[in-house]
């Protein structure tokens, strides 16, 4: 049976999903071209170095989080309001041009040298490109404002004219912490020191920060959909969870302090709030497990039940447990800039962001075709399928990281006669092969995400309240 959406403007958030996994297969063809390289070092040389590569695959990674946020705040806000989007024209507008600035910037990127594309941009006139992960043109991260301040005009009018709810305050503010630490990418000064110092306040404060803010909020929500817990049961754990990050993740930033030239103070702060940051995540998977648990209720849609209590696990193991292991000042000393680093990264960025828009966009699809709250049951088993071939693959892509880490710090840092940077990589190299394989099975597993949302079959039974 049709399940019409609750609230019609609830429908902008489609476009916003579809481009998300869009622009994540995008991200992953590239990690798959930036694994080859380092182990055939000339491949697709010169037409996409190595550096490119790396830059469309991490503003690639950004972006497409980014679309899967603005959709999930489209999706969740207005039932969560109990009213229509404010604008659902605007947030249809903002969606293309927010699409067509990252597709030129990623056009630029791989069309014209770097140097090229900050002179035809305007650089020189309002300096902020060159620092990692904010490579975007000056012009670029203008618009992105323009998206952004747009974005929280037409969510912020939504939640004040309408219900307050825990989920609805968590998430504007999260939302509104992402922009207002965005602002300091236009921040550029000369010295070296206070450059880094104030570029983590865009990286570390979203990702350790502000987005968590949000991942808890989606979470929250697709958890009162799908179990029939009270929702002041889930909204308890929901401030204590959020409390617990920003207290650990913004004192935390000093763990990114220890080696820059910055007092040593932080070399403490930084390892006493970085070894509490992964509390909030353990309190995360807690909550997710303690929730299904207790449900009141057998929701159909199962996969996103999947998506929703792995997303505790693999964010506690990605963000807490591999960020524990390399964060204390002494260990960090050895480990960072290694693939110890990259490592953790990676299960981070996946457990705690990728899969959380993967879990929302699981949970509203059906809806937003207006095919029934759940896909069928063949389509949800391929999206399971894709789940445990996802997960599994990036486990392993952790793992051949950590070893290919672990080697190089003892190689390349701690021995007596340390070997050369490119004579460690060599030393590796065995270590970047299994994780090329790794992120080809995790292709396939997201191709089987994509191929779940076509199959058709017999629907699954509505939801049933449990005995």
């Known amino acids: 049976m049709t399940t019409q959406l609750k609230y019609q403007s609830q429908a902008v958030a489609k476009p916003y999903f579809i481009a998300a996994i869009g622009l994540f297969v995008g991200q992953v063809l590239f990690g798959l071209i930036m694994g080859l390289q380092y182990v055939i070092g000339d491949f697709l040389f010169p037409e996409i170095p190595f550096n490119v590569a790396r830059m469309v695959h991490t503003n690639l990674l950004i972006v497409w ?91 912020g009018l939504t939640v004040l004219s309408g219900r307050k709810t825990v989920i609805n305050v968590v998430l504007l503010t999260g939302l509104v912490g992402l922009a207002v630490m965005f602002l300091f990418s236009f921040y550029n000064p000369e010295n070296l020191v206070l450059d880094k110092y104030f570029w983590w306040w865009v990286v570390h404060l979203w990702v350790e920060g502000v987005w968590e803010l949000i991942l808890g909020a989606i979470l929250a929500y697709v958890l009162i959909k799908t179990t029939g817990v009270d929702r002041e049961v889930i909204d308890k754990w929901l401030y204590v969870i959020i409390a617990a990050a920003l207290i650990t993740g913004i004192i935390g930033t000093g763990h990114h302090y220890y080696w820059i030239g910055t007092p040593a103070y932080w070399q403490w702060l930084g390892s006493l709030f970085s070894a509490l940051e992964p509390i909030p995540f353990f309190m995360m998977t807690i909550f997710a497990f303690n929730m299904v648990f207790k449900r009141r209720k057998q929701h159909p849609n199962k996969a996103t039940v999947l998506w929703a209590m792995g997303t505790g696990v693999m964010a506690f193991l990605g963000a807490g447990v591999w960020g524990f292991m390399h964060t204390l000042a002494p260990v960090n000393y050895y480990t960072h800039g290694t693939q110890v680093t990259a490592a953790h990264g990676h299960m981070a960025f996946y457990g705690a962001y990728a899969m959380i828009v993967l879990t929302i966009i699981s949970y509203a699809m059906p809806k937003l075709r207006g095919i029934g709250t759940a896909m069928n049951n063949r389509a949800q088993v391929v999206e399971m399928w894709s789940f445990w071939l996802m997960t599994v693959a990036m486990v392993f892509i952790t793992l051949f990281l950590t070893a290919a880490g672990v080697l190089q710090v003892w190689l390349q840092r701690y021995q007596p006669n340390p070997l050369p940077f490119m004579a460690v990589q060599d030393q590796v190299a065995i270590f970047y092969w299994c994780r090329e394989l790794s992120g080809v099975i995790f292709t396939l597993g997201l191709l089987l995400y994509i191929v779940s949302f076509f199959i058709k079959g017999e629907q699954p039974q509505a939801e049933q309240v449990a005995s």
């Open 65 to 155: 989080l980014l679309f899967g946020f603005m959709g999930a705040a489209y999706y969740l806000v207005p039932e969560e309001a109990e009213r229509e989007l404010h604008s659902p024209k605007l947030a249809l507008a903002l969606f293309w041009i927010f699409l067509i600035a990252g597709a030129l910037t990623i056009v630029g990127y791989l069309a014209v040298p770097y140097a090229t594309l900050a002179k035809i941009t305007g650089n020189d006139i309002l300096p902020t490109m060159g620092r990692e992960f904010l490579e975007q043109p000056t012009i670029t991260k203008l618009g992105i404002v323009v998206v952004a301040l747009g974005f929280l005009y037409n969510i």
